[in-house]
């Protein structure tokens, strides 16, 4: 058994997790519970549709990606929205701050008459969007917002987890608490520390040790 599995096994996590369809899994915890419920309640939801917020890194376009694959959704990025254009029967809007307030109130309109669902990804909720078209800012206003919390202690520590699985570093279980506790609480975060850590012990000739640990952290604090 390699010592990553043997790290994993010794580092107890309360932690669900679910297939992206095909892509990486998805680790569930408080953090991102709630957006998860939502995600397995569709269709279940009242048209058309819901906003899903968080910060960067949060995990807001990967749970996208289940619903898109799981809706059998199409893609657009909210810059590159157009007024004019039928909505498909399900839609993934990412950064749908961005995108044009025409084209949003339209496909809003269009996509509610024709039955179509719509999963719109923004880092703030609509009311803090600055929309200035009224009838927009009213139908956004009609939409459940479903925040995304930064991932917390546990849910980073399965994400280090698997990126040292990834690279099949061996990480004693004491050496990701250790990181856990002190690197920013992002998905970006984390895939940093995890190739820093594997750079610092190749360039060392050292396994991962906390020491090697705490110069991450010392590395990605610095300015």
Known sequence: MSGTRRAAQQLPLDLGHR??????????SPANAEAVAWIDRWPDWQP???VLTGP????KTHLSEVWRVRAHAEYVGGQALKAGIPPPPALVIDDA?????PALLALYNTARAAGAWLLLNAPEAPA????RLPDL????GTLPVVAIDPPDEALLTGVLLKHFADRQLPVPPEVVTYLAA???????AAARAATLLDQLAL?????????????????????
């Open 56 to 59: 960067p890194g949060c995990g």
């Open 19 to 28: 297939r992206a369809m095909g892509r990486e899994d998805f680790l569930v």
């Open 128 to 131: 803090r969007w600055g929309t």
């Open 203 to 223: 360039s060392r000739q050292r396994p991962p040790s906390v020491p090697l640990a705490r110069e991450v952290v010392e590395t990605m604090a610095a300015p």
């Open 182 to 188: 002190r690197i920013e609480r992002s998905f970006a």
């Open 48 to 50: 058309p549709g819901i």
């Open 137 to 140: 800012r009213s139908r956004l």
């Open 97 to 101: 701050q961005r995108a044009s307030e």
